[in-house]
């Protein structure tokens, strides 16, 4: 097995290039599959805010959120039309959260997905609407019986997706984050560990646990998946801020200390926050022990989430 260059020996989370071909060979077939239902479902561009919500959920984005909707579908059984609706509205959630942390008031970013923020190609007014439209949109897709034949596998979705996006999800570890900039102590370990699962975890383990909600079986092998998985994806995002390429990122890098955000790598250091990061690889991937082969693209999801440029 190749290794990543410095690497003494293979660690667990390490990936070949044929696995990584795997992986992204399942990855764009998925994106495809979903993108196709998305751009169904983004109403056609008549307006401003229309043509800017089709730019922000549309151009780009590695779909991984996706990616575990229709993965933990497959695993449970749920038929394919279906997930890749339900994996649609948890992009158009991810693609709005973009937004709103690319605005001047939050991480004050103008470039994404290797294009011009909302906010710059429009303005902040257009970037704030095109997010609530996103949020909505996403709720709005979930309603549909095509979504889920059955009206409490819809509530089901619908408000265990609001308890991830709101105020004890995604945005309350937004909130912490912006908080956290202005905080004269840094955070601990476990004060980051908790910010880090809720701007990012939760989404991502919403995703994983689709499967089983949809099936009404018991989600927490998937949760527990996806608590490792999500942590890891976020701690390697801060690890590409200090030594990632931007054109393989598609959005500014370098801005995170100088910020003060709350991270690993300003905790642990580079070398320590890739060590964290490796353990929760290999945690994600224990917790795919029960379920087999059907599990393969699941844990190269994991490894993937460590081994990214971008
Ligand atoms: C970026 O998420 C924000 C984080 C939670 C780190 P992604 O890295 O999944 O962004 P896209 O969707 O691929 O652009
Ligand atoms: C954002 O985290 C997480 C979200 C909930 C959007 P970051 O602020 O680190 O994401 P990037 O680096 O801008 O993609
Ligand atoms: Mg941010
Ligand atoms: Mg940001
Ligand atoms: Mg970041």
């Keep these: 097995m190749e290794t990543r260059p410095g690497s003494a020996?293979?660690?667990?989370?390490?990936?070949?290039?044929?696995?990584?071909?795997?992986?992204?060979?399942?990855?764009?077939?998925?994106?495809?599959?979903?993108?196709?239902?998305m751009d169904a479902l983004l109403p056609q561009p008549e307006t401003r805010i229309m043509e800017a919500m089709r730019y922000a959920a549309l151009s780009g984005g590695k779909r991984m959120r996706?990616?575990?909707?229709?993965?933990?579908?497959?695993?449970?059984?749920?038929?394919?039309?279906?997930?890749?609706?339900?994996?649609?509205?948890?992009?158009?959630?991810?693609?709005?959260?973009?937004?709103?942390?690319?605005?001047?008031?939050?991480?004050?970013d103008d470039l994404r997905r290797g294009k011009p923020t909302v906010h710059v190609k429009w303005d902040e007014a257009t970037a704030v609407l095109v997010g609530d439209a996103l949020q909505t949109l996403a709720f709005e897709t979930l309603t549909a019986p095509q979504t889920a034949p059955d009206a409490n596998t819809r509530l089901r979705l619908i408000r265990s997706l609001a308890q991830a996006s709101g105020s004890m999800g995604m945005v309350g570890g937004q909130g912490f984050d912006i908080e956290a900039e202005r905080a004269s102590a840094q955070l601990s370990v476990e004060d980051i560990t908790e910010l880090q699962s809720l701007k990012t975890g939760q989404l991502f383990r919403w995703s994983a646990e689709v499967g089983p909600v949809v099936a009404n079986l018991d989600p927490s092998p998937m949760a527990e998946y996806a608590r490792a998985l999500g942590l890891a994806f976020q701690?390697?995002?801060?690890?590409?801020?200090?030594?990632?390429?931007?054109?393989?990122?598609?959005?500014?890098?370098?801005?995170?200390?100088?910020?003060?955000?709350?991270?690993?790598?300003?905790?642990?250091?580079?070398a320590g926050a890739k060590q964290h990061a490796n353990a929760l690889v290999d945690l994600a991937i224990a917790a795919l022990d029960r379920f087999g082969s059907p599990a393969e693209n699941l844990r190269r999801a994991a490894r993937f989430s460590i081994n990214r440029e971008g």
Excluded: N
């Design 66 to 108: 996706a990616f575990l909707v229709m993965e933990s579908c497959t695993i449970y059984r749920v038929p394919e039309k279906q997930a890749a609706r339900i994996a649609s509205a948890v992009e158009f959630i991810h693609a709005y959260s973009l937004v709103h942390d690319d605005l001047p008031c939050m991480d004050d």
């Design 9 to 37: 020996q293979p660690k667990s989370a390490d990936m070949s290039d044929t696995e990584m071909l795997h992986f992204h060979a399942a990855l764009s077939q998925a994106a495809g599959q979903v993108e196709t239902v």
């Design 235 to 270: 701690v390697w995002d801060d690890v590409l801020d200090v030594e990632g390429d931007p054109a393989k990122a598609g959005k500014r890098l370098r801005k995170d200390a100088s910020a003060g955000k709350a991270t690993f790598v300003a905790l642990l250091g580079l």
